[in-house]
């Protein structure tokens, strides 16, 4: 038998989330957080709360007792994410898209990227959702977004699911700047070490407005109370967090809002980011609305790494036991796939092969049929 639980991530001040700008081998001069950690972060960050909490960790020295010991593997599974390999990882059997729980005057609601469709008309000052329209020729016919400004551009928003309100980003996060310096682990500054960091936190971060959320699914076996704590660590630069766990009887998939229809077209929204191989989405579609982000992550054995505490500096001392992955192109949350055959893309996104992205969190969609023909009249 399995739980779900809510877990919700409100952090103590400024957060850091790393990409492929941070992951990478060069050196880079302008280094800025994500919005958001990535799924196996919190993945990593589940693993290591149920091994600190268990018999195989000693906490004095801050690492599992033997590398070797099965109970280990028993716990948390054998290795640490891979493409390709099946979703073991012990109690913990799968994770929710992150999104964002949002407390007000004590009610909680939840904001979801919405989907990539809109743009702020400046002159007008207003948001505009922008239409799929077609266009025919003797023989051919073109699709294009009605409206569409490539002065304005598209604008990426969160939506509400309870009242379906767009959030401008800004109206979340907020910046701040600092200088830094590259030094290795013998205090020498390296080369090119000056560089700018660009922190994040959550607007009204004082009334502790705003968390991370997501949902997990554990064994029954577990005691979720050991996930309660008042200081986890997540993301660079040691960036502390409250992680609250609660059990939630939701799917996901409910808790995800309806977005806007289209007036010509059924279509596909992602509501996480998507790993689909060598496969061609594209070929489905009539017109597509998409953005990549680059996806990296640490490659760990429970046989050859003893410290999940510090992964970082594990990765520099001990570059055979912890290693970084190649590089893999997801599409991001957010892409609107536009079709009249929504189920070709239904079985690529779900497709048996991905199924440990999904259970890791990615690969997440939402169907939208087209308005009907009285909508469209009105």
Known sequence: ???????????????????????????????????????????????????????????????????????????????????????????????????????????????????????????????????????????????????????????????????????????????????????????????????????????????RQYSFAFVLELDASVNHEILNQPKVVLGAEQCTFTMECSPFEEEFKDLIPDFHPSRNSDKVVLVSDAYVGEEDPLKFCDFAITDTVDFRFLKTSVDTTENYADMDRSLKTYAKKVTKSEKFTLYKKGSVFYTNDTKQLENLFKKDSFQNFQDLGYNQIKVITKRNNHENKQ
């Open 1 to 207: 038998m399995t739980q779900k639980y809510l877990i919700k991530l409100t952090p103590h001040s400024y957060f850091f989330f790393g990409g492929e700008r941070t992951f990478g081998d060069k050196a880079n001069y302008l280094v800025k957080s994500n919005d958001f950690p990535q799924q196996t972060a919190l993945l990593g960050l589940i693993r290591y709360q149920l091994l600190r909490n268990s018999d195989c960790f000693n906490m004095e020295k801050n690492r599992i007792i033997s590398s070797k010991n099965a109970d280990v593997s028993t716990l948390i599974g054998p290795n640490s994410f891979e493409v390709g390999n099946t979703f073991e990882f012990g109690k913990i059997k799968s994770l929710s898209p992150v999104f964002i729980a949002r407390n007000q005057q004590g009610e909680v609601d939840y904001l979801f990227h919405a989907n990539n469709e809109y743009q702020i008309n400046e002159k007008k000052e207003e948001t505009e959702f922008l239409e799929i329209g077609r266009m025919e020729t003797p023989n051919e016919q073109f699709f294009h977004l009605e409206k569409y400004s490539a002065k304005f551009g598209l604008n990426t928003f969160y939506q509400s699911q309870q009242s379906s309100e767009l959030v401008e980003p800004d109206k979340i996060f907020a910046d701040r700047q600092q200088t830094g310096i590259r030094k290795n682990y013998k205090g020498e500054t390296e080369d090119n070490a000056y560089y700018i960091q660009f922190f994040k936190r959550f607007q009204n971060s004082a009334d």
